[in-house]
Nanobody, 126 residues
Framework: QVVLVESGGGSVQAGGSLRLSCASS????????MGWFRQAPGKEREGVAS????????VYTDSVKGRFTISQDNVKKILYLQMNSLKPEDTAMYYC???????????????????WGRGTQVTVSS
């Protein structure tokens, strides 16, 4: 079992920044890939970014490239998502997730992740 707890959400104006954190515990060494996902009201959950074992091997969805950065502190077992130049369309519940499949395929598909946090809300006003 892997337990994930997100924090750092909040309300900001467009152009602002937030940093999300996700603390992991339990058998988190099973998580080859760690990802951030988001779900806006009335929309499907979408993959935002994913990282392999705290390495520089990352992937992002096109809409956040150049604005968001995913990183991981393997010692503290914390996953981060630095979000800059936020836009109203970034408003959503953000979730972190753990994937035990090491293969670098379908990294932004939520069905390929095994454990999930409960989410943290991000609201961006115009």
């Amino acid at each position: 079992q892997v337990v994930l707890v997100e924090s750092g959400g909040g309300s900001v104006q467009a152009g602002g920044s937030l940093r999300l954190s996700c603390a992991s515990s339990g058998y988190s060494n099973r998580c080859y890939w760690m990802g951030w996902f988001r779900q806006a009201p009335g929309k499907e959950r979408e993959g935002v970014a994913s990282i392999y074992g705290g390495s520089s091997n990352t992937v992002y969805t096109d809409s956040v490239k150049g604005r968001f950065t995913i990183s991981q502190d393997n010692v503290k077992k914390i996953l981060y998502l630095q979000m800059n130049s936020l836009k109203p369309e970034d408003t959503a519940m953000y979730y972190c997730a753990c994937r035990s499949d090491w293969r670098a395929t379908r990294l932004l598909e939520d069905s390929t992740y095994d454990f999930w946090g409960r989410g943290t809300q991000v609201t961006v006003s115009s």
